[in-house]
């Protein structure tokens, strides 16, 4: 049997990503998705789960939030300091 016919060994995982990911709306990064596969007792490495989210096309956006005053985020420095 070729490699190409075989079933996809990481399926199951593939599923348990993308499940949580979208149960939380996009907003749960590799950090926290780790957290919750060793929560239910899955052991999975951090750099196989970035790979997994990158070929399945799962990015967290994060908004930040823009800081008043001078030099915050959002908004340039003043000349001169």
Partial sequence: ???LKCPDPQAALKA???RLFEA???RY???RIHGRLLAQGRRVAKKTLL???GR???V???LLQLLP???GRGRPEPAGA
């Fill in 1 to 3: 049997m070729t490699r």
């Fill in 16 to 18: 348990d990503i993308t």
């Fill in 24 to 26: 939380n709306k996009g």
């Fill in 29 to 31: 990064g590799h950090h």
């Fill in 51 to 53: 790979k997994l989210m």
């Fill in 56 to 58: 399945l096309g799962l």
């Fill in 60 to 62: 967290c956006w994060v």
């Fill in 69 to 71: 005053g001078p030099g």
